[in-house]
């Protein structure tokens, strides 16, 4: 009761300029950044789109009028289990001139059966096996091979779409013809699995996909989802596919930005797919996505600050973000961690109560405001209100733990060309090539 009695005898004794030398890094970081900013942008997106509204619908005409040819291919390694229900869901879309590409990559369950009588019935367009695994990216490179549509869509087998996914991650190009890519708005499905699900949940639809609403407003959107993104053909053809290696879609989104295409999220294209549902899978997920900031921003695409025939303003604002609030950020936390038991060791317990509370209390807010701004929900948002605390704990400590290890072993040891998750060959292949 003493302690309860003392923590708000200590907040009702801080003044305002305390209060802001105390929790500096909330206030100046992340309440400006992913509040007070994303507010503004998301309400710039909506009253954009209102404007725009006469041009969506001449960008819908003209796409139902042209009807182009959409190849959807579908890379993967033991995706039997998958592959018939994706098949028929894409049968049932809204669209449907579409031709859909199916290549396993060296699996040893059942795909192959499968994938040949698929294709023989005509429920497919083409199956191609590799019978050594190559990695994904060199899946999609022979999937590419094959295409003839003026659209390639690029699909995770184990995930799954909404009947009008492919018309709405389509009509976004017929909107502007600069646009190179459009990713697909990525929601979880299995949030009722485990306690990690659940939280990559509302991570998913909070952070993530409101995130790439805002990026793809402000022009700096970086990352397209492998589960669910569309790419011009000519503009994939351009940059010759996909990189061998790991972290094949933030590589590719960068490739065809950087030779001047624009690239937009579309929200209401929508994908529900399975999350790692412990947090020790989680955690193996998370390594392998963050060492692809020090890979590809740092070292293979550092390029893009510099003055070159691949600069341009908004790449360059889009790297210096993503290194600003995800790398730089993620030391300064360190730092004010340092400070506050250094500056401030008698109240410390209170800094970290008072610190956990103010989180918890903007991401009630924001995610209760932003889901005015949704279009579709993956779950009731009353589901989620009883986790929004734990967000905190597991934003500002599993997930940033987990970054900064990423970083640490990306920096100095390469660590992502000895990913499991692509095949020894390939990353050994990538790192003598330097991509």
């Known amino acids: 009761m003493n302690n309860v009695a003392d923590f708000f005898e200590y907040i009702q004794s801080m003044g305002y300029h305390r209060f802001i030398r105390i929790f500096w890094f909330f206030v100046f970081f992340e309440l400006i950044r992913y509040v007070i900013v994303d507010f503004i942008s998301l309400n710039s997106a909506m009253l954009k789109k209102f404007l725009n509204r006469k041009n969506r619908q001449e960008a819908t005409y003209r796409m139902l009028l042209e009807q182009p040819l959409v190849s959807i291919i579908i890379p993967g390694k033991n995706e039997g289990k998958h592959i018939y229900k994706l098949v028929m869901s894409l049968r049932e879309q809204t669209y449907q001139n579409i031709e859909i590409i199916v290549v396993d990559d060296g ?41 003839t549509g003026k659209y390639v869509i690029h699909m995770d087998a184990d995930c799954s779409y909404n009947r009008d996914a492919v018309f709405e991650i389509i009509v976004p190009f017929y909107e502007n013809d600069n646009i190179g890519a459009i990713g697909g708005n990525v929601m979880v ?53 996909w990189d061998i290696g790991p972290g094949l879609d933030g590589d590719i989104t960068v490739k065809i930005r950087k030779i001047g295409y624009l690239i937009k999220f579309a929200p209401d294209a929508v994908c529900l797919t399975n999350a790692p549902n412990t947090f020790q899978k989680l955690a193996k997920q998370r390594l392998r996505w963050d060492k692809s900031l020090i890979r590809f921003r740092l070292r293979k695409h550092k390029d893009v600050f510099f003055p070159n025939k691949h600069f341009s303003l908004v790449s360059f604002i889009s790297f210096a973000e993503n290194i600003f609030y995800n790398l730089i950020l993620n030391i300064k936390w360190y730092v004010y961690f340092i400070d506050m038991i250094f500056n401030f060791p008698s109240e410390i317990k209170f800094v970290i109560v008072t610190n956990i509370m103010l ?30 605390p734990l967000m905190v704990i597991y934003f500002g400590y599993f997930l940033r733990i987990i970054r900064s290890i990423a970083y640490i072993q990306e920096f100095f040891f390469k660590k992502s060309y000895d990913d499991p998750w692509n095949p020894p060959k390939s990353s050994a292949h990538a790192k003598k090539l330097g991509i």
């Open 107 to 147: 699996s040893d369950d059942d795909t192959p059966f499968i994938g040949r009588d698929m294709e023989k019935n005509g429920f497919i367009d083409k199956f191609i096996r590799n019978e050594f695994r190559g990695g994904k990216a060199s899946a999609a490179n022979l999937a590419l091979r094959f295409s």
């Open 189 to 241: 499905k299995n949030y009722r699995d485990s306690l990690a699900t659940t939280l990559q949940a509302v991570e998913y639809y909070d952070s993530i996909s409101i995130g790439r609403i805002v990026s793809s407003h402000l022009g700096i959107y970086r990352v397209i989802s492998g589960a669910f993104g569309a790419f011009k053909m000519e503009a994939i053809q351009k940059i010759q596919g």
């Open 359 to 388: 989180y918890a209390t903007v991401n009630y807010f924001k995610f209760l405001l932003f889901s005015l701004y949704r279009r579709y929900k993956n779950a009731p948002v009353s589901y989620f209100l009883v986790y929004i």
